[in-house]
């Protein structure tokens, strides 16, 4: 099975701070992989697919990076309305799994 | 637009079963893998089980696997999900959504809560 280590598990920011959140996949997915935005009592939604790819909507601060066992998504000047939990989840092959999920936090 | 609909949640004694559904309009169905994905009250998600498009294959997360079965019914643009043996462990929020959950459709889901 894939392992997805997502870090950090939390983390606090302020308004304007650029952002990384990682996930680390335990062997090679090449680009099968998406962020979601999940915010609470809500549906997770789509950032990013395939990596690096901006889900149409969502705002040009996001962005996702990496290939094969290294991914990044970045949020390049945080906004209000970003805090929230993110989850990374591979879909390279079953079982299908899910980071752990950040929690982003206001400082 | 593509809308997902998932119903068949309430409150079940453990060791008891439950089905639910998951209506799905706006695309043509049959050409489109679908998954359950389900999320524990202040947990991660996790991913329940995958149906392929025509029904012919089905995979299990090992938390699941024995326990429930994916299906689809492609005359009625529904998804399902049996579980038996229900556990206190399976006590979730339960998303339909399209693909390998990789995709950016969701349902609201349903709330399954499994009481010992």
């Known amino acids: 099975d894939i392992q997805m280590t997502q870090s950090p598990s939390a983390m606090s920011a302020s308004v304007g701070d650029r952002v990384t959140i990682t996930c680390q996949a335990s062997?090679?997915?090449?680009?099968?992989l998406a962020w979601f935005q999940q915010k609470p009592g809500k549906v997770p939604k789509r950032l990013i697919y395939?990596?690096?790819t901006l889900q149409g909507g969502v705002p040009s601060r996001f962005s996702g990076s990496g290939s094969g066992t290294e991914f990044t998504l970045t949020i390049s000047s945080l906004q209000p309305e970003d805090f929230a939990t993110y989850h990374c989840l591979q879909h390279n092959s079953f079982p299908i799994t899910f980071g752990q999920g950040t929690r982003l936090e206001i400082k | 637009e593509i809308q997902l609909l998932e119903s068949g949640g309430g409150l079940v004694q453990q060791g008891g079963s439950l089905r639910l559904s998951c209506a799905v309009s706006?695309?043509?169905?049959?050409?489109?893998?679908m998954s359950w994905v389900r999320q524990a009250p202040g947990k991660g998600l996790e991913w329940v089980a995958t149906?392929?498009?025509?029904?012919?294959?089905?995979y299990y997360a090992d938390s699941v696997k024995g326990r429930f079965t994916i299906s689809r019914d492609n005359s009625k643009n529904t998804l399902y999900l049996q579980m038996i043996t229900l556990r206190a462990e399976d006590t979730a929020m339960y998303y339909c959504?399209?693909?390998?959950?990789?995709?950016?459709?969701w349902g609201q889901g349903t709330l399954v809560t499994v009481s010992s």
């Open positions: 706006g695309l043509t169905f049959a050409n489109f893998a």
């Open positions: 149906v392929t498009g025509s029904g012919s294959a089905t």
């Open positions: 062997q090679d997915i090449s680009n099968n």
């Open positions: 959504a399209k693909d390998r959950a990789d995709s950016d459709f």
């Open positions: 395939g990596a690096s």
